[in-house]
Structures are given as C-alpha cells and as structure tokens.
T-cell receptor, first 109, second 114 residues
Framework: AQRVTQPEKLLSVFKGAPVELKCNYSYSGSPELFWYVQYSRQRLQLLLRHISRESIKGFTADLNKGETSFHLKKPFAQEEDSAMYYCALINTGGFKTIFGAGTRLFVKA | DTGVSQDPRHKITKRGQNVTFRCDPISEHNRLYWYRQTLGQGPEFLTYFQNEAQLEKSRLLSDRFSAERPKGSFSTLEIQRTEQGDSAMYLC????????????FGPGTRLTVL
C-alpha cells in the first residue's frame, strides 16, 4: 500500500538548533517526493521537491531509497520556520498525491 | 489575486442537505485536484481532472460525492445527503500539467455538518 509516515506530530526546537523532520514512505514504484509547508493563516505551499535537489529557506531533503526516507533538515532553525510540514509522494508520471499526517514545527526563541 | 480561489470559505449545513463548492484554478493550469483534510491529518486525495476529464476518483468517495469541471476551467464538488462525517476542510489545487509538477492550493472550504 502507498503510504507516507511522519512519526512526529510535534517537534519543538530552540532557535539556532538543527532540525530534522522525518518522513518515511511505502511505495512499490519510483515515487517523486515533496515537502509542503503551511504557515499560520496561509495556504499550503510547496517547500521543495527531491527531483530539484535544491535548498529552500535553508532546508534540504535527501531521498534515501534504501531506507525509503525523505527527511527534511535545516542546520539552524529560525522562528519563522514555525509551521506545519507535510511530506508527500506522487507516482512517477502520475498525479495522485499521498500526504503524510504532518509535523508541526515550533521554534522557540 | 491570481492564485487558486475557493467559494465559499465556510459552509454550515444540516445533515441530509446537499452542498456544492466551487474552485477556480490558476488560469493556465490544466490539472485540478480536490482533497479532503480532517483535523490532525494531511490532505487526502479525492479526485483529479486533466482539463475537463475526470481521470481518477478515490475510493474514499462514496456515490454521494460528485465533481465536475465543465470546459476545463472552474470545478465544482457536490456532496449529496451530507453526513456528520463529511465535516472537513475541502481543498482544491491546480497545476500546469507536467509530470509531478507543483500543485498550488486554494484556501479551502470548511464544511460543518450539524
């Protein structure tokens, strides 16, 4: 079954500390992985996608096919990073997107 | 605002009533998606349109749910004979139409069924 698991509902870190939001997936093919973010009172938006291999707002994510993981990392968290983060996958060439339950990141001053 | 828009933003209805939601995608986007999101969960895929063609419908949807996208522009999602379990945020997203492209989300319609 296709599934995205985000084991942490809430992650709280201090400003300047490293942060890692975990994402594991279950999929038989070769999915494409994404991280979406929702800031307070804003709509859901794309943060980054693995195919782009880019760093957005200091965040990076590496696809580990062996461990079927796509963890989101940032070396130094900022208060403005506080938001809801969703990991998602879509089958290559497809359109059905499967989202994880989300992790709320709270960065304390 | 040239983003995805949804109307209404909030809907309160009584059990058994029918409701219809509208989504206006970004104008040049060919793909349109509907999701449902309940408290503490991520968005759940409901259905997908490529232009006016509905290409997939989730098994989550019962026969009470129907979606249309006439002329490949705006889309409507109708729920007939609403139940309390239908209470959720209904999200619409659109994308240009390339493989696994970025989806742009609307603000959502929050449905409360009393």
């Amino acid at each position: 079954a296709q599934r995205v698991t985000q084991p942490e509902k809430l992650l709280s870190v201090f400003k300047g500390a490293p942060v890692e939001l975990k994402c594991n997936y279950s999929y038989s093919g070769s999915p494409e992985l994404f991280w979406y973010v929702q800031y307070s009172r804003q709509r859901l938006q794309l943060l980054l996608r693995h195919i782009s291999r880019e760093s957005i707002k200091g965040f990076t994510a590496d696809l580990n096919k062996g461990e079927t993981s796509f963890h989101l990392k940032k070396p130094f968290a900022q208060e403005e990073d506080s938001a809801m983060y969703y990991c998602a996958l879509i089958n290559t060439g497809g359109f059905k997107t499967i989202f994880g339950a989300g992790t709320r990141l709270f960065v304390k001053a | 605002d040239t983003g995805v828009s949804q109307d209404p933003r909030h809907k309160i209805t009584k059990r058994g009533q029918n409701v219809t939601f509208r989504c206006d995608p970004i104008s040049e986007h060919n793909r349109l998606y509907w999701y449902r999101q309940t408290l503490g969960q991520g968005p759940e895929f409901l259905t997908y349109f490529q232009n006016e063609a509905q290409l997939e419908k989730s098994r989550l949807l019962s026969d009470r749910f129907s979606a249309e996208r006439p002329k490949g522009s705006f889309s409507t999602l109708e729920i007939q004979r609403t139940e309390q379990g239908d209470s959720a945020m209904y999200l619409c997203a659109s994308s240009i139409g390339t493989s696994a492209d970025t989806q742009y989300f609307g603000p959502g319609t929050r449905l409360t069924v009393l």
